[in-house]
């Protein structure tokens, strides 16, 4: 999920898909990321439960589609290339969420108090140079510190099951709010590292304290 990804109704991620063989070489060249061992420990292609002293980070559920659908119908998702129909945003969510059999991450449904208030988690579309840590919270999560802890534990999680050193955000410069965010969980922007759009804004966050 990446502040600035512009995905529309039967959009293809490439506008101009390259000559057979080509394609397939621009596809392996973005799994720049390590995947788990086989088994991987996380049951079934199923996300761990991850809980943090106000939250849990859960594995999504058919009905979480509906808080992601509302999002990208407003005019909040102006960051993430929407807005959306539902028949987008359903074809992005799932494809986010299929990554955890795939890949062996993916994005955690976050609760407090028994009440879902949002999505943290690491998203790898084709597109993507690397994984992405992103966040989305629900109107009345916003301002409560709910997307920084549940980042935090993901990051926390992500050191510890795959070793990584780094993780990053990308976000469209102009969604100030996510970039701050960003800082503020102590990553530093990287003018050098690549983006998905121009204009895209790298944070790069040091692992290696995190678990």
Avoid: C
């Avoid at 109704?9 to 973005?30: C, M, T, V």
């Avoid at 420990?41 to 199923?46: A, H, R, T």
């Avoid at 809980?51 to 980070?57: A, D, F, G, I």
């Amino acid at each position: 999920m990446q502040a600035g990804a512009h995905i529309g109704d039967g959009a293809s991620p490439f506008p101009n898909p390259p000559p057979f063989g080509e394609r397939e070489q621009r596809l392996a060249s973005y799994a720049t990321a390590p995947l788990p061992p086989a088994g991987g420990g996380l049951g079934k292609g199923l996300a761990p439960t991850l809980t943090t002293p106000r939250l849990t980070l859960r594995m999504p559920a058919l009905a979480d589609f509906e808080h992601r659908a509302a999002f990208y119908a407003s005019d909040r998702s102006v960051w993430e290339g929407g807005p959306l129909s539902r028949n987008a945003a359903w074809r992005l969510w799932a494809s986010e969420v299929g990554q955890w059999p795939l890949m062996g991450y993916g994005p955690f449904s976050v609760e407090m108090d028994g009440a879902y208030v949002g999505e943290v988690g690491l998203y790898h579309p084709a597109e993507y140079p690397e994984v992405e840590l992103g966040w989305f919270v629900v109107p009345g999560a916003e301002g409560k510190g709910i997307a920084a802890e549940a980042a935090r534990a993901v990051m926390a999680w992500a050191r510890d099951r795959f070793g990584w050193d780094e993780i990053v955000n990308i976000i469209d410069g102009g969604n100030a709010r996510s970039i701050a965010l960003g800082q503020r969980l102590g990553g530093r922007i990287d003018p050098t590292r690549p983006g998905i759009d121009p204009g895209d804004v790298v944070i790069v966050h040091d692992l290696r304290g995190a678990a």
